[in-house]
């Protein structure tokens, strides 16, 4: 008896599990769907998005600007230019300078240590 309620409570567990797997399904194509839309309304190209976004599912992405597409020319809405991209570092992190504060230098001089003094009679 106790071996059957045990399976129908592992059963009923992993079959919940299967309602958040299709949830995560839909939720990418949602992503999707709303990249292309944001591809669409700052005016990049299909081709352009598709390369921003490798990871993502390119029929999403076209389902996402066409169905923008039509939206804005239903509304006779204009293209919002996107803002200029932020230029890549010239080296790596660790090496760009923030400014302010002290030379590095200065700040880790190691910790002097004094000498025990030698016992007298030594």
Known sequence: MTTRIFLLA????????CER?????NQAKLNGRAIGAACRHTGRSLEDCFQRNPRVSKADIFAGWKEMNEYM???KLDVIPPAPD???ASGPVA???IGGGTDAAEEEKPAETKQPAPAPGN
Request: glycine share 4%; net charge neutral; no cysteine.
């Open 86 to 88: 932020a230029k890549a």
């Open 21 to 25: 797997v299709s949830e995560l399904a």
């Open 73 to 75: 020319t239903k509304n």
């Open 10 to 17: 592992v059963l009923a567990i992993a079959l919940s599990g």
């Open 95 to 97: 090496s760009i300078e």
